[in-house]
């Protein structure tokens, strides 16, 4: 079923009259604001591409990917070269997964995956539970059967990609414009649908961040918005598993930017989770928008990424409103530019400011002290660089788990900048690249087991010069390294 234009598909003639002024008089406040970002000149050190302008900042940028253009070799090469996040456009979702009933179906997604994977990219998971793109055999369920049905589904995707994807969006757009619950089949199952969803789905991969996603959620003081919000304050009051809202940002359809776009996105954050802008569209390409919105993420510390939906403006969905950043040719666009600018006219991320005391890029401590077995204690996580069940083969990858002072968390600096564990084995690095395994091996002596140990933090490798890094938080998360980006998932003390 195709999804229709959010502000076209529901709400009274009355309400799509008020809320398009109000979105013309924030698009017309925001050509002001960010004209200066649009005329800005990007100095010799600026990045070239989204993704390294955006990780400046600790943040992403992002695409949709659709499996069947992924042959198109000016698709796959922009597609591989500007965005260091890739979304699944179709080929994640319920009806691609589990076409019948407990026969899963990763192929496509899987090329999805391991084409981003393989390209140093990470993957944002799409979607687990939505009222579209359901298999046919669910439309033969309700009550408790089509909740079971939604709960094996979950649990045998995500058992797929059990420690592989960034974030899920596990639940896609669940509420009407007024902010009332949307009456889906799944719905119908029981208003408790989505924190089941949730609960789920944490137990079913306790290191991947969980999304609430929804379009036109992005205009504070509509009443989707609020239904959204309150939904999400409900969740953190009372322990609901979720860690970040997607807001879609398709201003494509008749939407447009809302003035107070930032303020909405302040405003979820406030409540405990990350926000991402995770669709992101906009009729004609409008320069204005797509600096604002993107000027809007940069503004607010917990707005972690942006993620365009689809590459040129002839893989959209609305390919006729050329809303995307590269036209049919594959040719940058003036909103590429906007949005490149912007990304490059950021700070480093101000969600990770530079701890105390410290300026510049890092530097090797000179106070560390050496010959000692200590934990490595995550910043963000609070959890220690852990060998999973105290293995000692070679090539076992380390990870994040609760801190137990056990060997198997035990790290020693040495003398030649290796990190020990059971007085044989050394962290090493398995690649180079960006999203290369960090596990253990035996010593060698090699540039890949040696490791920087810096004053601001971050534990970085000798032969990469990339930091130690991991993407969440939970037991059993993998560790990785990655382009430093100042953030707190990239510091770890040796403590
Ligand atoms: O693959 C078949 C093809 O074999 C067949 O010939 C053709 C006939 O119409 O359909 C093809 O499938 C289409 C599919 O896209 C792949 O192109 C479906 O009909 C079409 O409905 C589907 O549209 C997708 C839409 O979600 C469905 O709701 C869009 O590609 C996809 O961009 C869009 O993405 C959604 C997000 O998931 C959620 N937010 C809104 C967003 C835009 O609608």
């Known amino acids: 079923m195709a999804t229709t234009s959010p502000v076209h598909s529901t709400g009274s003639p009355r309400r799509r009259s008020l809320r398009g002024r109000a979105l013309f008089t924030g698009a017309v406040a925001t050509v002001a604001a960010f004209a200066a970002v649009l005329v800005a000149t990007p100095d010799a ?12 900042s600790g943040r992403y940028f992002g695409t949709a990917i659709a499996a069947s253009r992924l042959g198109d070799g000016t698709y796959s090469s922009i597609a591989a070269r500007e965005f260091n996040m890739i979304t699944a456009e179709n080929e994640m979702k319920p009806d691609a997964t589990e076409p019948q009933r407990g026969q899963f179906n990763f192929s496509s997604g899987d090329q999805i995956y391991n084409w981003a994977t393989q390209r140093g990219l990470k993957v944002r998971g799409h979607t687990l539970a939505w009222h579209a793109q359901q298999p046919s055999w669910w439309g033969g369920l309700s009550g408790s059967s089509l909740r079971q049905a939604m709960i094996d589904h979950i649990n045998g995707v995500m058992a797929h990609y059990k420690g592989k994807l960034a974030a899920w969006d596990v639940v896609n757009e669940a509420f009407n414009e007024d902010g009332s619950r949307r009456g889906s089949n799944l719905q119908g199952t029981g208003n408790d649908w989505i924190e089941v969803a949730f609960r789920t789905a944490r137990a079913a991969d306790p290191s991947v961040k969980l999304c609430y996603n929804d379009y036109n959620i992005e205009n504070w003081s509509y009443g989707k ?19 970040c809202v997607g807001l879609q940002t398709h201003f494509t359809g008749g939407s447009s930017l809302p003035g107070n776009f930032q303020t909405t996105l302040q405003n979820f954050a406030a409540l405990g989770v990350d926000v991402a802008l995770t669709e992101v569209d906009v009729t004609n390409s409008s320069t204005s928008q797509y600096a604002g919105l993107t000027q809007a993420c940069l503004n607010v510390p917990r707005c972690i990424g942006i993620t365009v939906w689809g590459v040129r403006d002839s893989d959209s969905w609305r390919s006729s409103e050329n809303p995307l950043l590269f036209d049919g040719g594959g ?98 690095a398995a690649g180079s690249g960006n999203g290369s395994a960090v596990q253990i091996y035996s010593c060698n002596g090699q540039a890949n087991q040696q490791w920087n140990v810096n004053s601001n933090g971050t534990i970085t490798g000798v032969q990469s010069g990339r930091c130690l890094d991991v993407w969440g938080t939970g037991n059993g998360q993998q560790v990785q390294i990655y382009d430093c980006n100042g953030q707190a998932n990239q510091r770890f003390s040796l403590s």
């Open 45 to 56: 050190n600026a990045a070239s591409t989204l993704g390294a302008a955006a990780a400046q």
């Open 225 to 243: 918005t609020q239904g959204v919000y309150n939904m999400i304050r409900d969740f953190k009051s009372r322990g609901v598993p979720i860690d």
């Open 331 to 428: 040719n940058k666009k003036a909103a590429y530019t906007s949005v490149l600018n912007a990304l490059n006219s950021a700070g480093p991320g101000p969600s990770s400011p530079a701890p105390s005391g410290s300026s510049g890029g890092p530097s090797p401590s000179t106070s560390v002290p050496t010959g000692n077995g200590n934990r490595l204690l995550g910043a963000q996580s609070g959890r220690c660089i852990d060998v999973p069940s105290a293995s000692q083969n070679n090539g076992t990858r380390v990870q994040l788990y609760d801190c137990n002072g056990q060997t198997n968390q035990q790290w020693t600096l040495t003398s030649s900048r290796q990190l020990t564990v059971y007085g044989n084995r050394c962290l090493d």
